[in-house]
């Protein structure tokens, strides 16, 4: 009987310490998500009254040459932004987990770009974009570093690509670590008993092992890169001449201060689809391959 009470007073007690939580996350992130859907078949501006306008706004989408290029710049950032961060992640990982000295003062130093704010960095490499790359360029006598990466329609992306990749270098490393510390030892002296080294090592016995870490960072990497916000902000803005407008920015700029809050609702509603299309399809392939293996 007395432990039925205390059982009693118990689930009470998580479900009060529950309720407020769930309310919040109700107010602050599904009711937006609602309202968004909803707006998505108005021609809602973000002030004043709206009309349904009904599938007009998706269908408008596929026909919206900005919004199509802007996929394409996203995706391709995304891509190459994601290959980047795990080969260098990996790379740094296999070193700082090696034997080697002040390994845990390197870890620390390598985590410091995943501190910092996202805009912050942003805008520091954007300084050093715009005046200290150009100032070197110019003193070796490079034409291609001679201006900024910034305002060349063809090479913008490129200092997008570097920024995210530096700053997610840092998580994507911790991850890798702490998977190549779950290898046993017996692993790599059967292997060396085996005849296996330097590559064949890496590529028959690591490889395999971390792979569920990998995944994970790949995961990430796609959905993070595929969300890339604040370092357009901090960076091009968008530009030059729209060569750099993420899917999310244009979301942002033209829903909020350009009148066409409906229409990029819209957007909005279709890029989750896409994300949650492209996280799952990444599971479930590296999903199959860890079962093979």
């Given at each position: ?19 407020p ?17 909803i ?8 002030y ?17 040459g ?5 996929y ?48 912050v ?34 090479l913008?992306?490129?200092?997008i ?41 890496f ?8 792979l ?48 066409q ?14 994300i ?18």
């Amino acid at each position: 009987m007395k432990k039925s009470i205390f059982s009693g007073k118990r689930n009470r007690t998580f479900l009060l310490m529950t309720i407020p939580i769930v309310a919040l996350f109700f107010c602050f992130n599904t009711l937006p998500l609602i309202k968004g859907f909803i707006y998505s078949f108005t021609n809602f501006r973000g002030y004043g009254d709206y009309d349904w306008v009904g599938l007009r706004n998706y269908m408008d989408l596929f026909t919206d040459g900005r919004v199509g290029k802007s996929y394409l710049f996203t995706f391709k950032l995304a891509v190459v932004a994601t290959i980047l961060t795990n080969v260098v992640s990996l790379l740094l990982a296999m070193g700082l987990n090696s034997k080697i000295k002040f390994k845990s003062a390197l870890r620390g130093a390598y985590f410091i770009p995943n501190v910092l704010g996202a805009l912050v960095v942003g805008y520091i490499f954007n300084y050093f974009f715009t005046y200290i790359l150009p100032a070197f360029g110019q003193m070796i006598g490079s034409g291609a570093l001679g201006s900024s990466m910034l305002s060349n329609t063809k090479l913008a992306w490129v200092a997008i690509v570097i920024v995210c990749a530096w700053q997610s270098i840092a998580m994507n490393t911790i991850i890798y670590i702490s998977g190549l510390q779950t290898v046993p030892e017996d692993v790599y002296e059967a292997g060396s008993i085996d005849g296996a080294s330097g590559w064949n090592k890496f590529k028959e016995l690591t490889f395999p092992l971390i792979l569920p870490f990998f995944s994970i960072n790949m995961v990430l990497c796609g959905k993070n890169f595929l969300m890339v916000f604040d370092q357009i902000m901090a960076l091009t803005k968008g530009g030059p001449a729209q060569s750099t407008e993420s899917i999310s920015y244009l979301i942002y700029n033209n829903g909020m201060s350009g009148g066409q809050f409906g229409f990029q609702s819209a957007n909005a509603v279709i890029f989750f689809i896409v994300i949650v299309v492209i996280s799952v399809a990444q599971m479930t392939v590296t999903g199959k391959k860890e079962e093979q293996l």
